[in-house]
């Protein structure tokens, strides 16, 4: 019995992580979570292009003169 509580102990968080990817998986919610994470990818692009437009738009520049 002490072996059972020292490997709950040790491994809790990896138990929790494969429940909830289990149960995420059996709901079908990957398609919502998959369409979050590329909502939120998008909006760091964004914000990221916002703050740094004359870098963007070399880094662009150069890429299409490349072609």
């Known amino acids: 019995m002490d072996n059972i509580g020292e490997f709950l102990k040790k491994y809790r968080g990896a138990i929790i992580g494969i429940i909830i990817a289990v149960l995420i998986f059996v709901t079908k919610l990957y398609n919502l979570v998959f369409v979050i994470?590329?909502?939120?990818?998008?909006?760091?692009?964004?914000?990221?292009?916002?703050n740094n437009k004359e870098s963007v738009k070399e880094k662009i520049k150069n890429f299409v003169d490349k072609m």
């Open 37 to 50: 994470a590329v909502i939120v990818v998008g909006a760091f692009i964004g914000n990221y292009i916002q």
